[in-house]
């Protein structure tokens, strides 16, 4: 704990007795209020106030307070989960069972695609966990932002022989025969000789 660390360590350079000063420094941090569950942990584990070296203005007696931490805890939490999805931009998925994911993977190379190339079906959902089977029966459990959503498969094959993917619009088009367009490798416009001064020469005689 890096304040005990401290508290040693001025306590050394100021030539005080180190045991005395530890049991000076847990006295005043376990009767400060936790930042958390804004209960201070002596009083939860004593059920009482104990007399620090701070002055004590009201001293009521303290009947049960562990509800108290508990609901201030989760207060706390359910905040600094906000904050920080806040600040993290995250967003929730959309991902059901029966969607097929690629499953990402790590990266072993510069070459090495952010995800395997295999499919995988979603089977279970839990929260923000996964479970995916692939087509030859391997499962695998991760959170949500492990998975990347593909096409849904044009055919399912449930004898597990594989997937086949939706091809391109553009691809199952018929191809345009191109015979009647063909383009003339030469030029069709009229060869004539140079006109050089208003007389016409044979190309074969100009250098």
Sequence with gaps: MRPLGKALKTATLEGRPWKQE???????YRTTTHCTTG????????NRVIKGKLPV???????????????NEKTRQERNREYANQRRNTRKSDLQVGDYVLVGQEKKNKLTANFNHKPYKVIKKTGSEIL???KDGHIVKRNVSHFKRINKPREEDTDGEGFDYEENSQNNQPSISNENNEVPRRSSRIRRPPNRYGHEYPSNLIN
């Design 22 to 28: 530890l049991n000076r420094f847990l006295l005043q």
């Design 132 to 134: 995916a089977q692939s």
């Design 57 to 71: 203005i009201n001293s009521k007696k303290i009947v049960n307070r562990h509800k108290e931490a508990r609901d």
């Design 39 to 46: 209960v201070p942990p002596s009083e939860l584990l004593f």
